[in-house]
């Protein structure tokens, strides 16, 4: 793990995780395109500290995964290698909240329609579902609450967790409403956001502001610093448009950071 640090960004507690092989084209879709990440590294490096992860191991993937998934994909090598570093990035920052350190995943590809056996929108692995069960598996947490921000429903980490009432996955699509989900679950000792950009009113689902997602940062990180002693950690999932997404992606982790204290 290497992590770097200036005065400035000491400021936030808050820690990227981010690999610059995220940056490669591994297939071709929207959530693969070239350059879908340079704005949002260019927007956080100079704000947050940069921290570099390993790749999932098969034991891994396979917490949450059937083999014949995780075999599927490795027959696309440059494509198995970008899925088991995005799920690894997902497991540092699981990792880092944790011991208390707020963490975001910049990662790619996305994961929350990733089911046990299967994948579909431009999904391959559940990095927030394998990182989130690797922190159960190892007793680190029992129960943690997933909220999903982005414009899509997280079918793959519903269908994942529907057995498993240590799990809840709430998405929070339409309503944007907060509140009633943290009533129902003051007892998580984990909040993991599936953070996907695409609901911005610049984006596919013009919805939210860039003020919306500071807002829903600010909302999520109190929470989380008052049931679960600011355990939390977000990953990317959607969001396609390059001109907003580094802004709402920084609007978002500054919210969150602002409520967890420096
Ligand atoms: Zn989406």
């Known amino acids: 793990m290497v992590v770097t640090a200036t005065t400035t960004k000491g400021m936030y507690r808050l820690k990227v995780v981010f690999h610059e092989d995220y940056r490669k084209v591994y297939a071709a879709d929207p959530a693969a395109a070239a350059g879908r990440l340079d704005g949002i590294v260019a927007a956080l490096r100079d704000t947050f500290a940069f921290v570099t992860p390993r790749p999932a191991s098969d034991e891994d993937l396979l917490l949450v995964h059937h083999p014949e998934l995780v075999e599927r994909v490795k027959r696309n090598t440059l494509l198995y290698k970008i899925a088991a570093l995005a799920a690894g990035g997902a497991i540092e920052a699981a990792h880092l909240a944790a011991r208390g350190e707020p963490a975001f995943a910049l990662i790619r590809p996305p ?8 994948c579909w929108g431009f999904c391959w692995f559940n990095n927030v579902a394998v990182a989130v ?17 982005d414009l899509h429903y997280g079918d793959g980490t519903a269908k994942i967790f529907a057995a498993t009432p240590q799990v809840m996955y709430h998405h929070l699509g339409g309503t944007w409403e907060l509140a009633r989900v943290f009533a129902n679950h003051a007892d998580c000792d984990l909040v993991a956001v599936s953070a996907g950009f695409d609901a911005h009113v610049d984006d596919w689902g013009g919805m939210l502001t860039t003020q919306d997602y500071h807002t829903l940062g600010e909302k999520i990180g109190r929470f989380a610093r008052n049931t679960c002693g600011g355990r939390v950690f977000a990953a990317l999932e959607g969001g396609y448009n390059r001109d907003v997404l580094g802004k ?3 609007a978002f982790l500054k919210g969150l950071d602002a409520e967890l204290g420096s």
């Open 248 to 250: 709402n992606v920084k």
């Open 133 to 149: 069960e690797k922190l159960r598996q190892t007793g680190e947490i029992q129960k943690a609450l997933i909220i999903d921000i």
């Open 111 to 118: 994961g929350h329609h990733a089911g046990p056996a299967s």
